[in-house]
């Protein structure tokens, strides 16, 4: 956090990450934190002048502000979605001032996830997060590892492709009627993924915007 100050990034995303059980093992326990929350901890004491140690410095001249995670269609960790809008309220109770969502192809689910966020008293904005499908292989891939549904209009095109080539325009027109949709529907802001595809969202942007 003082190597961010000194390079004047102020806004941050906070986020568990997704280690694996390898990785986790491997790393000792007082040196990583177990939640999101925890990692809002330290921030929020970071902009108090406490460090780790619980020691007292300087303030920072300009604190941190910063944004969390949340999932439209449930964190595969969560028993339901109840559960899991009651840890994004806590997020936001801590001073998270927006929340960007996982990758979703399916507008409609943004759109209820909004509309339950509001029903449990959460004003903050939710970023719709955007990602171009560009293999093949992410047909299956996406919905096992990011719990994201494909809707069946998107699976059909791709099972019509032969090649990545095919599959990557197809991700890019996709992903440009969600942006449209959004924009018209008014969202805050767009966050695109770009592991992977980059170029696709460089299409995707100039094309919306």
Not at 93 to 111: L, P, S
Not at 167 to 184: D, F, H, N
């Amino acid at each position: 956090m003082i190597d961010l100050q000194y390079l004047g990034v102020s806004d941050l995303l906070l986020l568990r990450g997704d280690a694996n059980k390898l990785e986790r093992e491997q790393v000792a326990p007082e040196k990583c934190h177990e939640h999101t929350t925890d990692l809002i901890t330290q921030v929020n004491q970071f902009n108090q002048g406490i460090d780790l140690e619980g020691e007292r410095f300087e303030k920072p001249e300009t604190p941190f502000s910063f944004g969390v995670a949340c999932y439209p269609e449930k964190h595969e960790e969560a028993p339901n979605i109840e559960s899991d809008l009651a840890f994004l309220k806590q997020k936001l109770a801590m001073g998270a001032e927006y929340a960007v969502t996982q990758m979703f192809f399916d507008n409609q689910k943004y759109f209820d996830f909004v509309e339950k966020c509001r029903q449990e008293g959460i004003t903050q904005p939710i970023i719709p997060g955007i990602k171009p499908i560009v293999f093949l292989n992410q047909l299956t891939v996406l919905p096992k590892i990011f719990r994201s549904e494909i809707p069946e209009v998107l699976a059909a095109e791709l099972r019509k492709c032969k090649n990545d080539d095919e599959a990557k325009q197809v991700g890019v027109e996709w992903s440009i009627a969600q942006c449209k949709e959004l924009i018209q529907a008014g969202v805050p802001s767009l966050h695109f993924y770009t592991l992977m595809a980059t170029e696709s969202v460089r299409k995707v942007a100039k094309a919306v915007y």
